[in-house]
């Protein structure tokens, strides 16, 4: 099993952007499907974006997209979110995860989460 380590988080004001990071270890990531989920307080965990295995599709939640961007490099077993125009409502623990099937994604393995703030 993968594990997984995210970092990147923090607190910015709206509008502003943060680019998230997971560092993957134990396997290589390159044969499994990339996401991110994020998990807002009192609410429950949802998904907000995913990537193939070679990175050549891509997949949003539809209050995400056009403002960020999933990519990944399998070389460095590391993948990223860059999250442009943040709102506040982007304000939750974000996870990375690693699994199957780019939409309806499933989870694997669940990285420990960051936590992402954002002040208007």
């Known amino acids: 099993q993968v594990q997984l380590v995210e970092s990147g988080g923090g607190l910015v004001q709206a509008g502003g952007s943060l680019r998230l990071s997971c560092a993957a270890s134990g396997r290589t990531i390159s044969s499994y499907v990339m996401g991110w989920f994020r998990q807002a307080p009192g609410k429950e965990r949802e998904f907000v974006a995913s990537i193939s295995w070679s990175g050549g599709n891509t997949y949003y939640a539809d209050s995400v997209k056009g403002r960020f961007t999933i990519s990944r490099d399998n070389a460095k077993n590391t993948v990223y979110l860059q999250m442009n125009s943040l709102k506040p409502e982007d304000t939750a623990v974000y996870y990375c995860?690693?699994?199957?099937?780019?939409?309806?994604?499933?989870?694997?393995?669940w990285g420990q989460g960051t936590q992402v703030n954002i002040s208007s």
């Open positions: 995860a690693a699994g199957t099937r780019l939409a309806g994604m499933q989870v694997n393995s």
